[in-house]
């Protein structure tokens, strides 16, 4: 349980510092199985399936990707 809670609390460090909705920032993640290697190169570079898995997560209609606000109903 503590290291879901460490892997929680990294991540929202990781969006925070980033200003990446913390939904995005999970789902990158997710994605990359936890490596911040490949989580970086996801949040430079993006993924198709990062924003439908990240808005999944949510009721929000929108989300913040750095500079970028992306809308639900873009997707």
């Known amino acids: 349980m503590a290291d ?3 892997k929680a609390h990294h991540v929202a460090e990781w969006a925070s510092l980033r200003n990446t909705s913390l939904e995005i ?9 936890y490596d911040e ?3 970086e190169q996801v949040w430079e570079d ?15 209609d929108t989300l913040f990707w750095d500079e970028q606000t992306i809308e639900r109903k873009d997707l």
């Open 25 to 33: 920032a999970e789902a990158i993640f997710e994605l990359c199985n």
């Open 46 to 60: 993006g993924n198709d399936e990062v924003l439908p898995l990240a808005f999944s997560k949510t009721d929000k």
């Open 37 to 39: 290697k490949k989580a």
């Open 4 to 6: 879901q809670q460490n």
